[in-house]
């Protein structure tokens, strides 16, 4: 199975920072990565699919970007909204992988 | 709009099954198959598997294969998932999820609320 690592765990920042949350790949995944957010309680939303390419209605200031196996979901100028918990996913082969999740908290 | 709807919370006893459901609107049921993530007290998401309601074919991850069913009926755009044999540490919240197919695989664009399954004696 693909193992997906994300770093940090926990992430503490202001309304208004930019802040990054990097997830690798066990083995080359291409670009086949999503990024979902998860609130408390509630069901996770997609974000990010293709590694950099936007869910439609998701605000401007999420963005991705890849580096061989590495990759990073960026957040300019957070929001009071976005503080929570951000997954990783490889769609790229079947167990369809995630990684252990980044909480995002308020400083 | 596109909606899976899950029922309310459930409670087993160690050994026994559990049945989920699944019920989709605001698309074409056939078209998209249909995922399971699973995802345990304060931890991460594990997928399940998949089904295919316009075929019934399925896809089990390994650590489930024996245990888990999943099946589809078109005429009532329903999913459901059973999971057999139940441990305390399938105590977990459920969710079905709608694969959106890329080439080579599936990321979920839209999610179930949840099921939360409780294995308690």
């Known amino acids: 199975d693909i193992q997906m690592t994300q770093s940090p765990s926990t992430l503490s920042a202001s309304v208004g920072d930019r802040v990054t949350i990097t997830c690798r790949a066990s083995?080359?995944?291409?670009?086949?990565l999503a990024w979902y957010q998860q609130k408390p309680g509630k069901a996770p939303e997609l974000l990010i699919y293709k590694a950099s390419r936007l869910e439609t209605g998701v605000p401007s200031r999420f963005s991705g970007s890849e580096s061989g196996t590495d990759f990073t979901l960026t957040i300019t100028s957070l929001q009071p909204d976005d503080f929570a918990t951000y997954y990783c996913?490889?769609?790229?082969?079947?167990?369809?992988?995630f990684g252990q999740g980044t909480k995002l908290e308020i400083k | 709009q596109v909606q899976l709807m899950q029922p309310g919370p459930e409670v087993r006893k160690p050994g026994a099954s559990v049945k989920v459901t699944c019920k989709a609107s605001?698309?074409?049921?056939?078209?998209?198959?249909i995922h399971w993530v699973r995802q345990a007290p304060g931890q991460g998401l594990e997928w399940m598997g998949w089904?295919?309601?316009?075929?019934?074919?399925?896809n089990y991850a390994q650590q489930f294969q024996g245990r888990v069913s999943m099946t589809s009926d078109t005429s009532s755009t329903t999913a459901s998932m059973e999971l057999s044999s139940l441990r305390s540490d399938d105590t977990a919240v459920y969710y079905c999820?709608?694969?959106?197919?890329?080439?080579?695989?599936?990321?979920?664009?839209?999610w179930g609320q949840g099921t939360p399954v409780t294995v308690s004696s």
């Open positions: 996913q490889q769609y790229y082969t079947p167990p369809y992988t």
């Open positions: 089904i295919s309601p316009n075929s019934g074919g399925t």
């Open positions: 605001g698309y074409t049921f056939t078209v998209y198959y």
């Open positions: 999820a709608r694969g959106r197919w890329a080439y080579v695989g599936y990321y979920f664009d839209s």
């Open positions: 083995q080359s995944i291409l670009s086949w």
